[in-house]
């Protein structure tokens, strides 16, 4: 009676956290075979298939089947409401049960959960989360778990030396629903000649669905450089201002802002709320009166890395429904989940005016804490040749690179380059340079895979900015060690109270805070 007690507890938590977008809360009494949906991932090979309707079915891998269009298989049916249902009762749309196996399209799933990535091809694995317990973890990540490196598909460009980190991609598109457009400055890359070759790698124990990888480029001269907001438009700047003062909260910081070259300003979270925050003020002389822009190099610190790995471990085998009811248009738990990453917020930019008052004129939301990212934000006129601004931000959630001001002229538009040629272990990749080119069938490639991308350039004649256009999403594989700290208590407050989450939360942070950069770019998954 005891372990009958404790599951109901546990069912109606999951309940109240995953059915918030519900008028009234539907209480699950009983659940028939509910063991089955539980399953022991160590020990089964399984396949849930997570439907747009909110129904489950479990299969087993012994018998699927998968083609164009729907997989066929053997198992069990549970409906909305995870009640076991004969396989007559639970037939819907294009789903068909016949001679004991159930065949269902593929246009009717929202989702599917592995624990084997073997048997999935194409556009499968591209809906699937996928256990990563059969997959030998670095020694740095076992003793860090929540600080193994992840965020989206990594570029490598050349830099006049070699090949550099320099971009990351669609970092916040953590599920197919949250798919949107990347653009990224690729700050030190040098073109020669009328050859570029991009770098494209999977290091982390993801799956990356990458609909394209295209150039942007803009003829440039000496001196010159070109700058975008995070809305896409562009700007020419021949003249650079860089600041004559930074600090911060821990003194003078002028030195670590100065230029692009990775000696970063950062501080500590806050021990007693991950969401206190912090301001940097900088001040800028002999600024003439044109119109400037303030030009700011920034990645993540592994705070919202750690929230996210935090958020998969305490959901537990929850996970997939909880993906799959987003997947299927969930808004309300769409909001819910987005919540906690609005109120760690951006960099908002504040403008001292002539009155002495503070004025938000921008904000800077890119996330993604592995490659710098370089944006502008325009700057309104003041009628003063000193300029003092400051950046409001989460405390320890922030890297800042570079700061300066740009003068900007008028808006310039870029010339848009596909890959024409595709690589991989060597040899050129037919397959993947279509994917590349067609957005209805996306590149998707797992750990360890590496492809070389050649795009042609107009004119070798010319130096170019270039800058990376990218659109796709990811997909993190579940780890073991997540898994046994599955908690629906702390998933109900860090989805419902996000604010008490962030400092209940805060001690625990604290703890991994010291070794986490260097976990993080340890565990690169790399194939042998």
């Not at 193994?148 to 030396?161: I, K, M, R």
């Not at 303030?294 to 429904?321: C, D, E, K, M």
């Not at 908002?348 to 002495?356: A, C, K, P, T, V």
Request: glycine share 8%; charged share 25%.
């Amino acid at each position: 009676m005891k372990n009958r007690c404790s599951v109901t507890v546990v069912i109606l938590i999951a309940v109240n956290i995953f059915q918030w977008a519900c008028s009234s809360t539907t209480v699950l009494r009983q659940l028939a075979k509910a063991d089955e949906i539980q399953i022991d991932s160590k020990k089964n090979e399984y396949l849930k298939v997570h439907m747009k309707d909110g129904g489950l079915f479990v299969l087993s891998v012994d018998q699927l089947l998968f083609d164009q269009d729907s997989v066929t298989g053997d198992g069990n049916y549970f409906n909305a409401r995870r009640q076991l249902t004969s396989p007559e009762s639970g037939r819907a749309g294009t789903i068909n049960f016949a001679g004991g196996f159930y065949r269902i399209a593929f246009t009717d799933i929202a989702l599917i959960e592995a624990n084997t990535v073997m048997g999935l091809e194409g556009k499968w694995i591209a809906l699937g989360l996928v256990g990563a317990q059969n997959v030998i973890l670095t020694v740095y990540c076992i003793a860090n778990p929540k600080a193994c490196f992840g965020s989206c598909p990594t570029f490598y460009a050349w830099d006049g030396e070699g090949f550099r980190l320099m971009a990351e991609g669609f970092s916040s598109s953590i599920l197919r629903a949250f798919e949107k457009q990347d653009i990224d400055m690729l700050h030190g890359a040098k073109t020669y000649g009328d050859d570029f070759q991009l770098r494209i790698t999977n290091e982390a124990l993801e799956t990356h669905v990458i609909r394209y990888a295209n150039l942007l480029v803009f003829p440039k001269a000496d001196g010159e450089r070109i700058f975008a907001t995070e809305k896409g438009n562009f700007f020419q700047s021949k003249t650079i201002v860089p600041p004559s003062s930074c600090s911060g909260p821990e003194g003078d910081c002028l030195t670590l802002v100065s230029n692009m070259d990775a000696r970063e300003r950062f501080s500590e979270a806050n021990s007693k709320n991950l969401a206190a925050k912090e301001y940097l003020e900088m001040e800028f002389e002999n600024v003439p009166d044109v119109p400037w822009g303030l030009v700011l190099g920034t990645r993540q610190t592994l705070l919202t890395t750690y929230l996210f790995y935090q958020g998969l471990a305490i959901t537990g085998q929850s996970n997939g429904y909880l993906a799959a009811r987003i997947e299927s248009g969930d808004q309300s738990l769409r909001k819910r989940v987005e919540k906690i990453w609005d109120i760690l917020g951006g960099i908002e930019i504040e403008l001292q005016d002539n009155s002495g008052k503070w004025q938000k004129v921008g904000k800077i939301n890119e996330m993604g804490p592995i490659a710098p990212d370089v944006h502008v934000v325009t700057i309104p006129r003041v009628e003063s040749e000193k300029l003092r601004i400051r950046l409001k931000m989460t405390q320890g959630l922030w890297r800042i690179d570079y700061a300066a001001l740009a003068a900007l002229t008028a808006p310039v538009y870029p010339v848009e380059i596909r890959p024409y040629l595709v690589k991989s272990e060597g040899r050129v990749n037919e397959d993947a340079l279509t994917a590349l080119c067609d957005s209805i069938e996306p590149l998707i490639t797992l750990p360890g895979d590496a492809y070389e991308l050649h795009y042609e350039l107009p004119d070798n004649a010319h130096q170019y900015e270039v800058f990376l256009k990218t659109k796709g999403y990811y997909l993190e594989w579940l780890r073991d060690e997540w898994q046994e700290e599955a908690d629906l208590k702390k998933a109900f407050l860090m989805y419902r109270l996000p604010r008490l989450y962030l400092k209940l939360v805060a001690a625990k942070f604290k703890e991994a805070e010291p070794t986490m950069e260097e976990t993080f770019w340890n565990s690169r998954y790399v194939k042998n």
